[in-house]
Structure formats: structure tokens, C-alpha cells
């Protein structure tokens, strides 16, 4: 029986867990973690309004360990070594594997001055998403500015999909609490076409949007600073009472203590078979955010890419258990829908494909059934 160790228990190294038993693999499964719960991130964006609270999202993961026959092993992994086959946690452990998943996700760049003292980073977790709830109920009426960045060494690296889902679900909110005329909302970005990995038609759907909402657009100067009462940008300076920013992400940063080939934005370099790339890295795959990988330029970091990049690395240790060549390369397929809280944008990328369909109020209650079907098996 082989030992395939995965590292994380977000998407991508639950997705990995279920391929690996659907697949019958004959292996044993080690999952080392900090902490042995799901949070369903997507669903932050209904945090402000409390459609969710933070409970809502977090799956505790025992059950379905149990029943997939997967031994939990608490801890941060520090480093790892010898191709991938040890693996040492922060407490020292030393742990080995005949095949290893990297999937502990990305991090965000904190570096805008001024950030973590005056702004909220909304997509950190629940405790920053109940932050923002809470902050605009204690607000009487003001300024709220919301923006995000990116890494500039690469520039797929961003979560820019999640703060317009923040921007528009906190104006729905406060437009059907009666409280929008006492709020001013502004959006900032670096990039004169925000999101527009989205493709060239969604970046107008959502400008028009924010003008229908009457959101103030500052774009194309890129923020250089947030201070107690504004966004600074390379043009100018922008009042605000509260700051939501979103930076971009680069790799974990135990990569650091690691010979782990790494792109130029600093995550785990991977082929399009995910494997991390050198011949030094036999039997060692990433999946999810963790990895940069080739592909086109619209694929995002998104839990639905690196379910299918979860998928491919299983499959690809599944062929070389059996004596193959890895053979599966991960599909690129970018799937959004923009919530605001009543409505959606869909918006679907891939290979052959690109289309947006408008905001309607089916792809809202989509949504929320995906999320729904999605925890399904884990909660369970
Ligand atoms: C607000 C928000 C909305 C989003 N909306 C969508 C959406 O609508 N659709 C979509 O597809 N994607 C969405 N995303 C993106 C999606 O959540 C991420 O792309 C996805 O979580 C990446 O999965 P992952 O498995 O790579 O990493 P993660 O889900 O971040 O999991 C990383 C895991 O690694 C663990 N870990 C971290 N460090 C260590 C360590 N040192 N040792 C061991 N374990 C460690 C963590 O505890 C965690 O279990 C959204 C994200 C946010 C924040």
C-alpha cells in the first residue's frame, strides 16, 4: 500500500481525498493540518448582510475523515525535503509519504502601508467578514471604500471577483435596511479595466453596474497607502471611513524553507500535469492556490480550479501507481457568478468558450444551492 500525504484541508486537499477513494486507490491517506475544518470562503460575501454567520460555514471535517479512512495529523508543515518524501511540521515532527499534494493555498501580500492598522483585509476568514458586519452596523452613515490589488509579479494572483461581490452586496444591504442614502460607496483599483480576467465584456457589466448603483469609480492609479480617514493612489486622495482591501497573494510562506521550485510571484511552480516542476520532485504534486501553473491568462485562483487541479494530480499519482506516465493535464475553466446579494452575473470561461449572462435573480439562489450541494458531503 502506498502513502499519499496531502498537506492543507481546503478545497483542494478535500477535492484529492474523495478522488483518491472514488478512484480505489490502495493507499493510505495522511492530511496534515492546522485545524481539521472546511470554511467555505465564497460564502463570506453574505457575512456584512448576515444572510450567513460564521458557523454556517465552518464544516468540522471528523465524519467525513472517518468514513473516507483518513488519518488527521494536526500541524503546520514548516518545510519539506528529499523531493518531497519528508515533511517536518513547526512542531518538529518528521513525517515521509511515497507521493505528496501540496495544497495549503496562497497568502495574501500585506505590504500597502497602512493596511493592517486602518483597513479591513474582507476575505481572511470569518473573523475579518463578522468585522465588517458589525463595523457598518455601528456605522451612523459615511464613506466605505472598497478595492483590491495585485501581485505585480503575477498578475493572476489576485481575488478580485470576491470585493465585487462585498461592493455590491453591501450596497443591496444597506439600500433595503433604508440606509444607503446615508452611505457614500466608492470603489478603487490599480488597473484602468478591473476584473479583467473576467473577460472584456464582464469589466463593462460591472462598471455599469456600479454607476446603476451609484458607486463612485476611481481607477487607474494604483493605492500607495491607507491612512485612519482615506485610500491614498498615485493621483489622489480618497475620505474614507472604512477601508475594505483585498490584496494580491503570493505563496505560503514555509516555501521559504524549502528548495520547492518557486514562479516569479513566489507559489510553487507546478506543469500542467501538477507536478511541481524538476526531476529532483518525482511523486510530488500541488493543487489549488499554493501552485502557479501554465495555462491561459484569464485562469484564476479559484476553489473550482483547484478542484480540477486536485483531480488531475490524483489521477496523475494514480498512473504512476499503476506503472504510467502521468497522463492528465488539469482543465482550465473559470466559473463566477458575481453575487449581490439578490442577483448574480455568471460569468464562464474556457479553452473554446467565453459568455456572460446578466444579473438575475436564478443565479443568486444558484449560488446558494452550490453551496449547499457542495458541503454536502462533508457535513454528512
Ligand atoms: C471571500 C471569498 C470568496 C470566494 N469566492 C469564490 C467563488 O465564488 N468561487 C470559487 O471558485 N472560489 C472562490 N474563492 C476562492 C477560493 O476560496 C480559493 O481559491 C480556494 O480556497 C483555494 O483552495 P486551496 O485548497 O488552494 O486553499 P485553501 O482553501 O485556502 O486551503 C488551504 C488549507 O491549507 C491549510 N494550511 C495553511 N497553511 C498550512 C501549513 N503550513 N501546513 C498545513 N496546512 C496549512 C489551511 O488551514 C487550509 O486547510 C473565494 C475566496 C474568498 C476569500
Known amino acids: 500500500m502506498k502513502h499519499i500525504m496531502i498537506l492543507g484541508s481546503g478545497f483542494a486537499a478535500l477535492t484529492a481525498v474523495r478522488q483518491i477513494r472514488k478512484a480505489r486507490l490502495?493507499?493510505?491517506?495522511?492530511?496534515?493540518?492546522?485545524?481539521?475544518?472546511?470554511?467555505?470562503?465564497?460564502?463570506?460575501?453574505?457575512?456584512?448582510?448576515?444572510?450567513?454567520?460564521?458557523?454556517?460555514?465552518?464544516?468540522?471535517?471528523?465524519?467525513?475523515?472517518?468514513?473516507?479512512?483518513?488519518?488527521?495529523?494536526?500541524?503546520?508543515?514548516?518545510?519539506?525535503?528529499d523531493g518531497g518524501r519528508t515533511v517536518e511540521t513547526e512542531a518538529g515532527e518528521v513525517l515521509t509519504n511515497d507521493f505528496l499534494i501540496v495544497a495549503t493555498g496562497g497568502r495574501y501580500l500585506k505590504k500597502l502601508p497602512g493596511l493592517a492598522e486602518n483597513g479591513i483585509i474582507p476575505c481572511e476568514g470569518v473573523a475579518m467578514a463578522q468585522a465588517i458586519h458589525d463595523r457598518i452596523a455601528s456605522m451612523q452613515g459615511g464613506t466605505i471604500a472598497m478595492g483590491f490589488g495585485t501581485n505585480p509579479k503575477e498578475t493572476q494572483a489576485v481575488r478580485g471577483g470576491p470585493m465585487f461581490e462585498f461592493l455590491f452586496g453591501i450596497d443591496t444591504m444597506l439600500r433595503k435596511a433604508g440606509r444607503r442614502d446615508a452611505f457614500k460607496l466608492v470603489f478603487f483599483n490599480g488597473a484602468d479595466r478591473p476584473g479583467k480576467r473576467l473577460g472584456e465584456k464582464a469589466v463593462d457589466k460591472l462598471l455599469e453596474e456600479m454607476a446603476r448603483r451609484d458607486i463612485d469609480v476611481h481607477i487607474g492609479a494604483k493605492p500607495t497607502r491607507i491612512d485612519a480617514d482615506k485610500v491614498v493612489t498615485e493621483r489622489e486622495e480618497i475620505p474614507a471611513d472604512l477601508v475594505l482591501f483585498m490584496p494580491g497573494l503570493t505563496g505560503p510562506a514555509w516555501l521559504d524553507n524549502t528548495d520547492l521550485p518557486r514562479s516569479s510571484g513566489g507559489f510553487i511552480q507546478a506543469d500542467s500535469k501538477c507536478r511541481v516542476v524538476g526531476d529532483d520532485w518525482t511523486?510530488?504534486?500541488?493543487?489549488?492556490?499554493?501552485?502557479?501553473?501554465?495555462?491561459?491568462?484569464?485562469?484564476?485562483?479559484?476553489?473550482?480550479?483547484?478542484?480540477?487541479?486536485?483531480?488531475?494530480?490524483?489521477?496523475?499519482?494514480?498512473?504512476?501507481?499503476?506503472?504510467?506516465?502521468?497522463?492528465h493535464d488539469f482543465k482550465a475553466e473559470l466559473v463566477c457568478i458575481v453575487d449581490s446579494l439578490n442577483k448574480g452575473i455568471l460569468v464562464f470561461r474556457d479553452h473554446s468558450r467565453s459568455f456572460l449572462l446578466p444579473a438575475m435573480r436564478p443565479a443568486h439562489w444558484a449560488k446558494r444551492i452550490y453551496e449547499s450541494l457542495y458541503l454536502r458531503p462533508y457535513r454528512r
Open 26 to 81: 490502495d493507499a493510505k491517506i495522511t492530511l496534515v493540518s492546522p485545524n481539521r475544518h472546511l470554511t467555505y470562503l465564497p460564502s463570506l460575501i453574505w457575512m456584512p448582510s448576515g444572510i450567513r454567520k460564521g458557523a454556517d460555514l465552518d464544516v468540522d471535517l471528523e465524519q467525513f475523515l472517518a468514513r473516507k479512512n483518513v488519518d488527521w495529523h494536526q500541524g503546520r508543515v514548516a518545510s519539506v525535503r
Open 283 to 327: 511523486g510530488c504534486y500541488v493543487a489549488g492556490d499554493a501552485g502557479s501553473y501554465p495555462g491561459p491568462d484569464w485562469m484564476a485562483k479559484q476553489a473550482h480550479q483547484a478542484d480540477l487541479q486536485a483531480k488531475a494530480a490524483v489521477a496523475n499519482i494514480a498512473d504512476e501507481m499503476a506503472g504510467r506516465a502521468p497522463s
